[in-house]
């Protein structure tokens, strides 16, 4: 299924995975809006373990409602609907090498609030995957996760990307707890503020600097007028796979806004 649209578009498209709920829908709109500000492509994912030649009527409603709500968000914009058999988090994961990232809603059908397609998706998927929440963000600033690791260094590169295609303010979050450690936590954050600044010259950056035991906590803090917030995956590995750190689990399961997890191998374009 594809828009009205004729003009070319750049780049890997933005995949969202759909299942049919509330927030699936809320996710192809978020991923509508994303894909129109990154000039791509939109694809529409339904995946089952049933075969895909005997597709539920189930599984072509979760396609054209999701499809429908992209359409409200961005009439023009060129949509791809695809449906495939197998595990919905794998073939979320396997897509993700070839997107440019993934939206996904934070609560699906049978699922606890956090399920484990989104559990799956944030921690394995080679692209930046939003988990998005039912309610629709409003416009406000990037927060950002900071710290010294690659994780943390590709989710500024991402937050502050994000920050350029809104034309919004960036606001890198630095946590710390032990008072000996203070001196070097404002370093580390004026030394990647300087430079995120001289990377991107034109984004309004409000640095902020928080004392708290709990990093997840002392994050969530600063999202009050969040539209979009960036942590980097931090994850370890589980029987080979990997899973999501603590921090980041914390931050997927309690932000009220879109929550972008980002993979250490992210590179800004």
């Not at 709109?29 to 030649?53: C, F």
């Not at 942590?231 to 370890?236: A, C, D, E, P």
């Amino acid at each position: 299924m594809a828009g009205t649209g004729t003009e070319p578009v750049r780049g890997k498209p933005v995949l969202v995975g759909v299942d049919g709920s509330q927030g699936a829908i809320v996710a192809a709109g978020w991923a509508a809006e994303e894909a129109v500000l990154r000039r791509a492509d939109l694809d529409i994912l339904w995946a089952s373990g049933t075969s895909v030649k005997r597709m539920s009527a189930f599984g072509r409603r979760c396609l054209h409602d999701a499809s429908t709500a992209a359409a409200r968000v961005a009439p023009e914009l060129r949509r791809h609907c695809v449906a495939e058999s197998g595990d919905p988090a794998e073939r979320l994961i396997k897509r993700s090498a070839t997107s440019a990232l993934i939206a996904i809603g934070a609560g699906g059908h049978g699922q606890a609030f956090l399920g484990g397609v989104v559990r799956a998706v944030a921690a394995r998927a080679a692209a930046p995957a939003v988990v998005v929440r039912t309610t629709a963000p409003a416009p406000g600033e990037i927060v950002v996760g900071v710290d010294d690791s690659p994780a943390g260094d590709a989710a500024l590169a991402f937050a502050a990307e994000s920050a350029v295609l809104r034309g919004r303010p960036l606001v890198p979050v630095l946590v710390w707890y032990d008072i000996e450690t203070e001196s070097g936590a404002r370093r580390l954050l004026d030394e990647r503020v300087r430079i995120t600044a001289e990377s991107w010259p034109k984004i309004e950056i409000r640095p902020r600097l928080v004392r708290d035991r709990d990093r997840a906590l002392g994050l969530l803090g600063e999202t009050d007028d969040a539209e979009l917030i960036v942590i980097g995956s931090h994850g370890r590995r589980l029987h080979t796979r990997p899973i999501l750190g603590i921090t980041s689990h914390e931050v997927l399961e309690r932000a009220r806004s879109p929550v972008a997890v980002i993979p250490a191998t992210f590179r800004s374009s």
